[in-house]
């Protein structure tokens, strides 16, 4: 499956933004979709996943309450919604997929290297 992210930018702390992906290749609802994050010099975290259904979400604890991860089936997307955004949340966020059928645990869903599907990452800067 191939996924293109958007809807990154630069924005003051407290603003809210929106990250788009988009899906192609193969029957979407096949996947658990993610969010990851990554920042320069550090590794790449974990930010939101969504079953193949939209059944069960899941957040890193640093952007409950903050981010709403859904999916739309038909359309083959996947968004993040992104509000009182921090100088934290500055970083590369990238979409990610998985086939549903391998991530067997809750655990599963927030591990970057069960994913086999990655989008090429749009960037977000939140100045403060």
């Known amino acids: 499956v191939q996924l293109q992210a958007s809807g990154g930018g630069l924005v003051q702390a407290g603003d809210s933004l929106r990250l788009f992906c988009a899906a192609s290749g193969r029957t979407f609802s096949n996947y658990a979709m993610g969010w990851f994050r990554q920042v320069l010099g550090k590794e790449r975290e974990f930010v939101a996943a969504i079953t193949w259904n939209g059944g069960r979400t899941y957040y890193a604890d640093s952007v409950k309450g903050r981010f709403t991860i859904s999916r739309d089936n038909a359309k083959n997307t996947v968004d993040l919604q992104m509000n009182s955004l921090e100088s934290e949340d500055t970083g590369v966020y990238f979409c990610?997929?998985?086939?549903?059928?391998?991530?067997?645990?809750?655990?599963?869903?927030?591990?970057?290297?069960?994913?086999?599907?990655w989008g090429q990452g749009t960037q977000v800067t939140v100045s403060s």
């Open positions: 990610a997929a998985q086939w549903a059928g391998t991530l067997l645990t809750d655990q599963d869903m927030a591990i970057d290297r069960k994913y086999d599907f």
